[in-house]
């Protein structure tokens, strides 16, 4: 038996500060505004793997007004989120990714990301899948004004 959570995620791109998507500071002008280390990626996988166990969400588990979490490391979240899932007799078993943004470009970062993720799942990276694509100019994600991130987690019964 399998559980499929989704998960959602964006932030503001601003000025002094790095940019951090799945664990791994990617070069670029600006960073993202966020109590913690604003690591979109981790977030919305964050999500999708509490989703998927009907567990709450990431505000309701590691809340921005708990300063454990300000300028925290994202993966931690979801290594928190993993262990909350298994003391339910969940496991994730795959991962999908796809981040929404104009630039920079993420392609050659993508493989350091995986492994990154792949190690905070516990998982292989040949089960973490993520992908990027621009919105073609439209919206505040065209505008360069910030990053979306979709992703979906599948959980086993273990
Ligand atoms: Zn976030």
Redesign the pocket.
């Given at each position: 038996m399998s559980r499929t959570g989704i998960g959602y995620?964006?932030?503001r791109f601003v000025e002094g500060r790095p940019l951090v998507l799945g664990g791994q500071v990617i070069p670029h002008t600006m960073g993202?505004a966020?109590h913690?280390d604003?690591?979109?990626i981790?977030?919305?996988l964050t999500d999708a793997i509490l989703g998927a166990a009907a567990a709450g969400d990431?505000g309701t588990h590691f809340p921005d007004t708990d300063d454990r979490w300000k300028g925290a490391d994202?993966l931690q979240l979801l290594r928190a989120a993993c262990a909350l899932v298994g003391q339910r007799g969940l496991g994730v078993a795959q991962v999908d990714v796809t981040v929404i943004l104009e630039r920079p470009k993420l392609g050659p970062h993508i493989p350091a990301i995986r492994t990154a993720l792949a190690g905070a799942l516990g998982i292989a990276v040949d089960a973490v899948s993520v992908k990027a694509k621009t919105n073609e100019g439209m919206g505040f994600v065209g505008r360069g004004e910030g990053i979306a991130t979709l992703a979906v987690a599948t959980l086993e019964v273990r």
């Open positions: 995620d964006s932030h993202l966020g913690s604003a690591d979109a981790a977030h919305a990431i994202s």
